[in-house]
């Protein structure tokens, strides 16, 4: 398993795990455009990059309802840093899992009129979207990295149990 490999495995596990799934009706009334971002900077001494989970009108609703927040205007994009956070825990506790330890920032919320998020040219932008139209929620990781961290095909668990010289109790 290479890096990218993993960093898709644990955006999507966490999304499947976190994001509300969106209504059986998409609300085609609302904007699709997105609305507001959350952003989370992360560093490792091989890796670095960015994670972003942007939303549109009705699915920063998605996220508020999900995460009980209050429906005054400042509790939504509070609920997407909140979401951004569980999120980037959940991915950094995969890689920490194959021993990839990033370090993490604060999370960043803008809004804006319309966004869009995207990676660079440099890096490995891996992307998951839930909904559609007016009940977008997008999440992506930018990735950089000049070499494979070291390590990566077996969970540290896994190395542990088969270690010869293990001490079991």
């Not at 995969?94 to 009129?113: D, F, I, K, L, Q």
């Not at 992307?127 to 070499?147: Q, T």
């Amino acid at each position: 398993m290479n890096f990218e490999q993993l960093a898709r495995f644990a955006l999507t596990n966490a999304a499947d795990g976190l994001i509300p799934p969106p209504p059986a009706e998409p609300a085609h009334v609302r904007p699709d455009e997105l609305r507001a971002a959350a952003v989370v900077g992360f560093t490792h001494e091989r890796v670095s990059g960015s994670f972003a989970i942007a939303a549109s009108l009705g699915g920063l609703e998605r996220v508020r309802a999900h995460l009980g927040a209050g429906r005054d205007r400042e509790c939504i994009p509070d609920a997407l840093g909140a979401l951004a956070n569980l999120l980037m825990g959940h991915i950094q506790a995969e890689w920490r899992r194959h021993g990839v330890a990033v370090e993490c920032s604060t999370p960043v919320v803008v809004r804006g009129v319309t966004l869009g998020i995207g990676g660079c040219k440099t890096g490995r932008w891996l992307e998951h979207a839930s909904g559609v139209g007016g009940d977008r929620v997008v999440l992506g990781i930018d990735v950089h990295y000049e070499r494979e961290p070291d390590s990566l095909a077996v969970p540290i668990e896994a190395r542990r149990e088969s270690d010869p010289h293990r001490l079991t109790f």
